[in-house]
């Protein structure tokens, strides 16, 4: 997708600070993080939101929430915790139309959010 900012970090046409990457995913840091720990991990198929994941989807999925986890453990979390978070079109607040998990961990986060 041409004009979809996490395409362009696929592609390398924006910086970003990355964590992880192979063939399925990448996962960066938030440039705006709201915790000691705030990556993003992407899918680099263009799924607009979790809204639009079909059932061909399904073993994407399933991989994406275990290298979420992986991913958490390595930036420090297994102890403690972190919260994964999915936006989801206007009510969900999803400002980026890309598939993408927060994860956000390093402090207490409360809830219910705002
Ligand atoms: P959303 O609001 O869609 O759930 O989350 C989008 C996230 O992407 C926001 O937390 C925002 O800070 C982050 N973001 C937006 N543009 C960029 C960028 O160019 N680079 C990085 N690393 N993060 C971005
Ligand atoms: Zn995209």
Redesign the pocket.
């Known amino acids: 997708m041409t004009d979809c ?1 996490f395409c362009k ?1 696929i592609a390398g046409e ?1 910086p ?2 990355k964590i992880y990457e192979d063939d399925e995913f990448l996962a ?5 993080p ?1 915790a000691p720990v ?1 990556f ?1 991990l992407i899918p680099k198929k263009h799924i607009r939101n979790i809204m639009e994941l079909e059932p061909e989807d399904s073993v994407l999925a399933g991989r994406l929430l275990n290298k979420a986890q992986e991913l958490a453990k390595e930036q420090g979390c297994a102890e403690e915790g972190a919260r994964f ?1 999915i ?1 989801c079109k206007t009510n ?5 139309d890309h598939l ?1 998990i ?1 994860v956000l961990g390093g402090r207490f986060l409360t809830w219910p959010p705002g």
Do not use: A, E, K, W
């Open positions: 900012i970090i924006i970003s600070r960066f840091h938030d440039i705006t709201q705030h993003l978070v936006n969900g607040g999803q400002t980026v993408h927060h």
